[in-house]
């Protein structure tokens, strides 16, 4: 079963706004990490947060972590039609299988 | 432009064929994966490779067969696949297997249809 679900499953928003996407996760973790997948395109890491973290920024990305929740979001600020892709949280597990399991992946597209 | 280069881009093949997948990184990046993708779910894990030794096979059918030649290259055999095999197959590297803190880089992947 999936180690991450996120919501919403699709999110659509005007140039200029900001985008929140969700990621729930079921095991104790050490790490968390962002990904962006454009269209036919493989996946770019984004930003990775460890467990012992709360929020991290890059440029315009807000990640935070609520291990109490096995929660995180991504915010993208000032959203651009260039962030229009994919994005998915994964997760490692910490028992030790030293693999990532993907979340199910939100579908961001940003209107001119 | 990807650091880790997939080829060939597009692969049809029937399902009695034999091809194979490429992968290459010049990272000296010492863990390299394979995931299938289908349209719209997220990458799903099929194969870890750490220090050219396979390390971690998710219950994938052998009729996927992977080769880690050596630290750079990575190839995916495949033989007498099945249409549901169709998807897009990824490559990705990371800098060693056990130390989850670090980002994997993908490639583009290769997109494979099966008839």
């Known amino acids: 079963s999936q180690q991450g679900e996120e919501d919403p499953q699709a999110l659509s928003i005007q140039e200029g706004e900001n985008a929140t996407m969700n990621c729930s996760y079921k095991?104790?973790?050490?790490?968390l990490q962002w990904y962006r997948q454009n269209s036919g395109r493989g996946l770019v890491h984004l930003i990775l947060?460890?467990?012992?973290?709360r929020e991290k920024h890059s440029g315009r990305l807000r990640v935070t972590l609520d291990t109490s929740k096995k929660s995180s979001s991504l915010l993208i600020t000032a959203s651009r039609a260039a962030d229009t892709a994919s994005y998915f949280c994964?997760?490692?597990?910490?028992?030790?299988?030293?693999?990532?399991?993907f979340g199910t992946g939100t579908r961001l597209k940003v209107l001119a | 432009d990807t650091e880790v280069t997939q080829t060939p881009k597009h692969l049809v093949m029937g399902m009695t064929n034999k091809k194979s997948l490429k992968c290459e990184q010049h990272?000296?990046?010492?863990?390299m994966y394979w995931y299938k993708q289908k349209a719209k779910k997220p990458p799903e894990l099929m194969f870890v490779?750490?220090?050219?030794?396979?390390?971690i096979n998710e219950s994938v059918p052998s009729r996927f067969s992977p080769e880690c030649p050596n630290s750079s290259l990575l190839n995916l055999h495949l033989h007498a696949l099945q249409p549901e095999d169709s998807a897009l197959y990824l490559c990705?590297?990371?800098?060693?297997?056990?130390?989850?803190?670090?980002?994997?880089?993908f490639g583009d992947g290769t997109r494979l249809s099966i008839l």
């Open positions: 095991t104790s973790i050490n790490n």
């Open positions: 490779y750490s220090y050219e030794k396979l390390s």
């Open positions: 994964a997760t490692d597990s910490s028992s030790g299988t030293y693999k990532y399991i």
């Open positions: 990272m000296g990046h010492r863990a």
């Open positions: 990705a590297s990371s800098q060693v297997v056990g130390e989850l803190n670090q980002p994997q880089h």
């Open positions: 947060i460890r467990s012992n973290e």
